[in-house]
């Protein structure tokens, strides 16, 4: 069955970086497009980021677009997300899910931006 696995997050300073990692399984994860998904507290599902299966063609939600870097390692059939100059309305719950799959997300990884 599917599984995604993600990780990396924490609690950092505004302006500081994090790097999550998703690692996938259970599907052919090179034949899919991938995104990420954020979940703030209170409030619904956020689209974030999304790249292609070859990961040259990626696209970002005005709120993250030149901050974050999404990417993908498809002989490890992981996907990335590179967060630069956090901001504490970045703080979220983070998920990777299948392309337009929103129920294909696991655990999500915690990230909370504060000083």
């Known amino acids: 069955q599917v599984q995604l696995v993600e990780s990396g997050g924490g609690l950092v300073q505004p302006g500081e970086s994090l790097r999550l990692s998703c690692a996938a399984s259970?599907?052919?994860?090179?034949?899919?497009?991938m995104s990420w998904v954020r979940q703030a507290p209170g409030k619904g599902l956020e689209w974030i980021s999304t790249?292609?299966?070859?990961?040259?063609?990626?696209d970002y939600a005005n709120s993250v677009k030149g901050r974050f870097t999404i990417s993908r390692d498809n002989s490890k059939n992981t996907l990335y997300l590179q967060m630069d100059s956090l901001k504490p309305e970045d703080t979220a719950v983070y998920y990777c899910?299948?392309?337009?799959?929103?129920?294909?997300r696991g655990q999500g990884t915690q990230v909370t931006v504060s000083s």
């Open positions: 899910i299948k392309y337009l799959d929103y129920e294909s």
């Open positions: 259970g599907f052919t994860f090179s034949n899919w497009f």
């Open positions: 790249i292609n299966t070859g990961g040259q063609v990626t």
